[in-house]
C-alpha cells in the first residue's frame, strides 16, 4: 500500500480538510485497471505527461502523484501543478509535495517534478491544449448559492478582524456546489476540451446529487466522440454522499 502524504502542517481553519473524497480519488489512480489505462496512455517513448490538479486544497492528491508517478504511470518523468482559487492551499500544496517526495528520495525511489501551485480560476491559468492528465475534486455539495470569489488581496487580508470571514469563504469556496451541486463542475466541464491535449485524460469526482448518469450522457454527447466512465466509487454511503470518479477522455 502506497503511503498518504502528511498534510500535518495545513491549516484546516482556511483550507478544506482531505476526507473520504480526497481518498476515493487516490485509490482510484493506483486501481490496476487506471495504471493499466494511464501507462497504455502514455509509453515511455511519448513526451513527459503534464498534470494538473484543480482545487488542490491541502495538496494531498497531487502529492501523492507526483510521489507516486512510477507506479501510476510507469515512469518517474511527469510534471505535476496545481491551481486553486485559495493562495493558502497553494502554499500549503507546495508544502505538501515537498515533504512527499523527499520522503521517496530516502527511500530511494524517483518522483515526479513539482513546478508550481498558482492562485488562479479553475483551469483558465492554462495554455490550451497542454495538460495530459487533469484531476479535480469540485465544490460538490448542492445549496442555494455560490460563495462570492473574493480577490487575491482580499483573501490574503492581513486585517485580524476581517480573518474569520475571510476564512469561511475560502472554505466555503472548497465545499458549495450552488444548483444540484454542479455550478463549479459544469464550468470545468466546459474548459476540458479546450485545456486538455490530445492525448489527455480527466478525472473528476461527483456525488449522488449531481446526478453522475446524467453528466455522463451530455459528455457523450459532446463533438469529437468523447468516452466518459464511472471508474471509481466510494462503494458505501457517508450521510447522504455517495462518491464516484468519472474518466472523461478522448480515444
Known sequence: MLPTPSTSHVNYDRIYEPAEDSYLLLDTLVLSTETAFLKDRFPPATPSPLVLEVGTGSGVVLAFVTANAETIFGRADIATIGTDVNPFACEATAETVRVAVTEQAKVGKASGRFCDCVTGDLST???????????????????????????????????????????????????????????????????????????????????KQNRPQDVLERIREWLGGWHADIVGTSGKKAGWERLCILRIWRP
Open 125 to 207: 491559468a492554462l495554455k490550451h491544449g497542454s495538460v495530459d492528465v487533469l484531476i479535480f475534486n469540485p465544490p460538490y455539495v448542492p445549496t442555494e448559492a455560490l460563495p462570492e470569489m473574493p480577490t487575491h488581496s482580499e483573501a490574503l487580508g492581513s486585517a485580524s478582524r476581517d480573518n474569520f470571514e475571510r476564512d469561511s469563504r475560502l472554505l466555503a469556496l472548497s465545499y458549495a456546489g450552488g444548483a444540484d451541486g454542479m455550478e463549479t463542475t459544469d464550468r470545468l466541464l466546459g474548459q476540458l476540451p479546450d485545456v486538455l491535449s490530445k492525448r489527455g485524460v480527466a478525472y473528476v469526482l461527483l456525488c
